[in-house]
T-cell receptor, first 111, second 113 residues
Framework: AQTVTQSQPEMSVQEAETVTLSCTYDTSESDYYLFWYKQPPSRQMILVIRQEAYKQQNATENRFSVNFQKAAKSFSLKISDSQLGDAAMYFCASKGGKLTFGTGTRLTIIP | DSGVTQTPKHLITATGQRVTLRCSPR?????VYWYQQSLDQGLQFLIQ???????AKGNILERFSAQQFPDLHSELNLSSLELGDSALYFCASSVADSYNEQFFGPGTRLTVL
């Protein structure tokens, strides 16, 4: 069984600043993937970044990067130079079989 | 645009009724997944099909069923609808039945009155 926990229901950040969203997970799978998805007000689920568990190097995608701590089962998302368009719900997800989502963090960008 | 299409966008119906949600995966994708998202909740996995066969089941109620057709589109059937079935239903697709990332459709918003 897999569980994904996002302990921050809401976060806010000033425009152009950096924010980190937390995620912890638990899985019995030896090989798995981790994802961050963004859900803006349009409700579309958009993949932000993915991390293969067997890779030690942290994934980066432009202003988005992760801090993957495998032993601690932690997978946080850092957003640099926050923009108004980053305002959304962010879901952490783990896939070692089925895709399991956390409950989400609502990110507000303050102009 | 993910390439995954879902129809209809919105559906309003009454308790006790039956509805069918349709999903067309991205071209070349063999796996289709269905998820339910209730208000301000995370997505709950319902069921997966791979190349026409059921591959995995999640928290899917017995009143719900799905199938994947030879052209790879999928339908999710919801029957004896209850108020609590009101939710956003997402379809996602992936290339294969492995660890590939899933691409999500825009969702169908179901309202049961």
């Amino acid at each position: 069984a897999q569980t994904v926990t996002q302990s921050q229901p809401e976060m806010s950040v000033q425009e152009a600043e950096t924010v980190t969203l937390s995620c912890t997970y638990d899985t019995s799978e030896s090989d798995y993937y981790l994802f961050w998805y963004k859900q803006p007000p349009s409700r579309q689920m958009i993949l932000v970044i993915r991390q293969e568990a067997y890779k030690q190097q942290n994934a980066t995608e432009n202003r988005f990067s992760v801090n993957f701590q495998k032993a601690a089962k932690s997978f946080s998302l850092k957003i640099s130079d926050s923009q108004l368009g980053d305002a959304a719900m962010y879901f952490c997800a783990s896939k070692g079989g089925k895709l399991t989502f956390g409950t989400g963090t609502r990110l507000t960008i303050i102009p | 645009d993910s390439g995954v299409t879902q129809t209809p966008k919105h559906l309003i119906t009454a308790t006790g009724q039956r509805v069918t949600l349709r999903c067309s995966p991205r071209s070349g994708d063999l796996s289709v997944y269905w998820y339910q998202q209730s208000l301000d909740q995370g997505l709950q996995f319902l069921i997966q099909y791979y190349n026409g066969e059921e591959r995995a089941k999640g928290n899917i109620l017995e009143r719900f069923s799905a199938q994947q057709f030879p052209d790879l589109h999928s339908e999710l059937n919801l029957s004896s609808l209850e108020l609590g079935d009101s939710a956003l239903y997402f379809c996602a697709s992936s290339v294969a039945d492995s660890y590939n990332e899933q691409f999500f459709g825009p969702g169908t918003r179901l309202t049961v009155l």
